[in-house]
């Protein structure tokens, strides 16, 4: 029979989505719940030259990576819509495809970026903190821990992509006052509210106009650390920043010290650097700073839908039809 494609798959996927990839691949699969280490990553990539690789938007796929699995691989399935981790030029020199999962995530994302922003702004972590404690009852402060309202605020939305404008749709429902949003284009909206609501401004203007940023955008040469000092500087000092897009994308030292000195009000984290946040780093220490350990997507819905695309783009690849998503590697 004919010698089956080997795939290697470098992150915990449930059975259903397995299944259908062991009938048309060799695979290099282990179901557990511990993330492979890069040691790991290139010794089963030496050991067992794979033609594809099914791997999660935390893990670099680098030259290293690439040069060890040579020849043979021809195609990466990234379960994300980010694709910052994958080394884009070396992929088009070797002439590898790359799969990835837009557009099933987008309203997981708006819904968790809304959640977020609402646990930061409305002091969330510190009042479960309280109620578990036993402060709650025994001390009047509770009353006056007050959050910050968004009803009449101004939103700035860094990166007004699918992800970003779900989440502006989101926030509508909150009476807020204007969306400011900065990025490479200005949309065209039809409706006289659109026109009215969304406003396409510069970064600066973004920064020191908005109550609410929320960083959208994805993390490339142009946006690594654009949120550093300087950024902050220009903020209102009632401001609160919401990451849902990449770690890379802050400057954590710059931000530390923005919440510590209260140069802003408060930040909420879904993504880091590095990732996971190592426990002892200062960030962690700051009532005023909400971390979560990028659940982004990680609603039923969207994983689910993100790991049969994942399947899909692989099965289709290798049976010779279009991926059903396709990074344009050379539009980008
Ligand atoms: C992924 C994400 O779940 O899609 C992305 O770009 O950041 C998340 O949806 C994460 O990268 C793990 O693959």
């Known amino acids: 029979s004919a010698i089956r494609p080997r795939l290697l798959i470098?992150?915990?996927?449930?059975?259903?989505?397995?299944?259908?990839?062991?009938?048309v691949f060799d695979l290099d699969y282990k179901d557990t719940s511990v993330p492979v280490t890069r040691e790991q990553i290139l010794s089963r990539i030496r050991a067992n030259p794979p033609d594809a690789m099914l791997f999660p938007g935390?893990?670099?796929?680098?030259?290293?990576?690439?040069?060890?699995?040579?020849?043979?691989?021809k195609m990466l399935a990234t379960f994300s819509v980010g694709y910052n981790h994958i080394d884009l030029k070396e992929c088009q020199k070797r002439g590898i495809s790359i799969g990835y999962t837009p557009g099933v995530l987008t309203n997981g994302v708006a819904d968790l970026g809304v959640a977020l922003l609402l646990a930061t702004s409305r002091r969330i972590s510190e009042a479960m903190k309280k109620a578990r404690n036993g402060e709650w009852g025994k001390s009047s402060d509770i009353?006056?821990?007050?959050?910050?309202?968004?009803?009449?605020?101004t939103i700035g939305i860094v990166g007004l992509g699918q992800i970003g404008l779900a989440i502006a749709r989101r926030l509508q429902a909150f009476s807020i006052q204007q969306i400011l949003y900065s990025g490479t284009?200005?949309?065209?909206?039809?409706?006289?509210?659109?026109?009215?609501?969304?406003?396409?401004?510069?970064?600066?203007?973004?920064l020191n106009q908005s109550d609410f940023v929320i960083i959208a955008c994805a993390l490339n040469e142009k946006t690594e650390n654009m949120f550093n000092k300087q950024a902050f500087e220009q903020m209102k000092n009632d401001a609160i920043l919401i990451?849902?897009?990449?770690?890379?994308?802050?400057?954590?030292?710059?931000?530390?010290?923005?919440?510590?000195?209260?140069?802003?009000?408060?930040a909420g984290l879904d993504v880091t650097t590095p990732e996971p946040l190592p426990l002892d780093h200062p960030l962690l220490?700051?009532?005023?700073?909400?971390?979560?350990?990028?659940?982004?997507?990680?609603?039923?819905?969207?994983?689910?839908?993100?790991?049969?695309?994942?399947?899909?783009?692989?099965?289709?690849?290798?049976s010779g039809k279009p991926m059903v998503h396709q990074l344009k590697i050379d539009n980008l």
């Not at 700073?289 to 990680?298: E, L, V």
Request: with cysteine; hydrophobic share 40%.
């Open 285 to 318: 220490t700051l009532e005023n700073c909400t971390i979560f350990p990028h659940i982004g997507s990680a609603d039923e819905s969207a994983r689910h839908q993100m790991a049969q695309v994942c399947v899909d783009n692989l099965l289709n690849f290798f």
């Open 143 to 153: 009353m006056w821990m007050c959050g910050k309202p968004l009803a009449n605020s």
């Open 185 to 206: 284009r200005e949309k065209q909206f039809d409706s006289e509210d659109d026109k009215k609501l969304f406003k396409f401004v510069q970064f600066e203007k973004l």
């Open 58 to 73: 935390g893990i670099k796929i680098d030259k290293e990576v690439l040069s060890t699995a040579g020849d043979k691989l």
């Open 10 to 23: 470098l992150h915990q996927m449930p059975s259903q989505f397995i299944r259908p990839l062991e009938r």
């Open 243 to 266: 990451n849902i897009a990449r770690g890379g994308i802050v400057d954590q030292e710059a931000l530390y010290d923005a919440l510590k000195k209260g140069q802003i009000q408060a």
